[in-house]
């Protein structure tokens, strides 16, 4: 499914490892040169400057052209419609001549291509069929975004099909009325403690290894949804904006406590789930809730201005930094300051396997000592003389 070379993708994997490898020093020249040799990578990525080059030359050539047909184009209504749709469609194909026929891999050109190609289509469909309810079009989103990541493993549509698919649970609970306007945040949380739990799943199997960085950015995602769904300013405001202030007034007094626990009890649950399980991920969503939970105190019950507020956070958090990188300089308890490999588990045994192939020469059979049998009329039967 995925339209990239599997193969590259896997030697890719390789080198990167062999890259911090050599840069720990755990490797030597020669061997991270035969790792190279031995582990080819057919594909196309600039640097990060060159690839913000060519991402914004992609789009001006492709709105360019995009405005030279509409031009040509004599009446508005469908024919601009059918105009994007068809300007999209030409966007992924040549994106696939790009992956198949020049080797790019998140090179610019492809990421703009397929970003483009999604919102034109979008957009024409959008507009051709004008009698497209809400719900229909975060389906349409959802089923293009996942598509898109199935092939092209993007982690922007990542996010797409996971906000497209919580997009279609609001406007399918939120039509319920009143329980709808009180389920819709424990629905929220379910959906997101779920889609989590299978992208940690998925990221240590060896069939979804290509998706591991839509994987990783997808869980973080979660973690965030999760938290937000019960966040009080969130669920409070979300209720004000769709069913007015009656509808927020009203809700039960226990739901309300409920909520500003949350708010504030999650990115605790977090940090300590992050550093007992040595998982960056909860660290940082969890130092991400913090923030949210301090703006939400502050929103309700601003105790200080705000100039003085800021300069007192940043005076704590870079006191704490300091602190903590000190104390951290020595490896405590797992803990460390210094940076650490940052090993694949997937490409770590192909790596190894490469350097006890060229470390080790392959066994070869033992030479011949010689004797040959022979001699005698006996037909080489050993006799050496007269019967």
């Known amino acids: 499914m995925i339209a990239y070379n599997t193969e590259g993708l896997d030697n890719k994997n390789i080198q990167g490892q062999a890259e911090r490898a050599l840069a ?37 050539i492709v ?63 959008d507009l051709f069929a004008s009698h497209i309810t809400d719900l229909q079009l975060w389906i349409l989103a959802f089923v293009m975004a996942c598509w898109c990541t199935l092939r092209y493993a993007d982690r922007i549509m990542a996010l797409a099909a996971f906000g497209s698919f919580l ?17 819709l945040p424990f629905s929220i949380m379910a959906a997101s403690a779920v889609t989590g739990w299978l992208a940690a799943d998925f990221h240590n199997r060896h069939r979804y290894r290509h998706y591991r960085d839509c994987l990783v950015l997808l869980r973080a995602a979660t973690l965030l949804t999760f938290y937000g769904a019960g966040n009080i300013i969130i669920v409070r405001e979300w209720q004000i904006s769709f069913f007015g202030w009656r509808a927020a007034a009203n809700t039960p007094h226990l739901l309300e406590v409920f909520f500003w ?18 998982d960056r991920i909860f660290l940082w969503m969890g130092l991400a809730g913090v923030g949210a939970a ?48 940052d090993t694949d588990p997937i490409a770590t045994p192909q790596l190894e396997s490469l350097l006890i192939a060229e470390t080790f020469p392959p066994a070869t059979p033992p030479a011949a000592d010689g004797f040959q049998f022979g001699g005698g ?11």
């Open 167 to 183: 997009g279609i649970l609001f406007y399918t609970i939120g039509e319920w009325g009143g329980s709808g306007r009180l389920l």
């Open 377 to 387: 009329t006996g037909g080489g039967g050993g006799a050496g003389g007269q019967y």
């Open 294 to 341: 301090i703006y939400t105190i502050r929103y309700y019950h601003p105790m200080l201005p705000l100039e003085w507020a800021m300069a007192i956070g940043g005076a704590a958090l870079i006191t704490l930094s300091y602190s903590l990188i000190s104390y951290l300089r020595k490896p405590r308890s797992g803990f460390t300051f210094q940076k650490e490999p």
């Open 261 to 278: 626990a949350w708010s504030l009890i999650i990115p605790l649950l977090y940090l300590v789930r992050g550093i007992l399980k040595k």
């Open 63 to 125: 709105l360019c052209s995009g405005g030279l047909l509409t031009l040509m184009v004599n009446s508005i209504g469908d024919s601009l419609a059918i105009l994007l749709f068809f300007t999209g469609l030409i966007c992924i194909g040549v994106l696939e001549y790009l992956v198949y026929g020049k080797r790019h891999f998140r090179s610019g050109a492809d990421d703009a291509l397929l970003w483009l190609a999604a919102g034109l289509i979008f957009a024409g469909i």
């Open 24 to 60: 720990e020093h755990t490797i030597t020249s020669e061997e991270h040169a035969a790792i190279l040799t031995a582990c080819p990578v057919p594909f196309y990525t600039p640097n990060f400057f060159i690839r913000i080059g060519l991402f914004l030359l992609t789009v001006v």
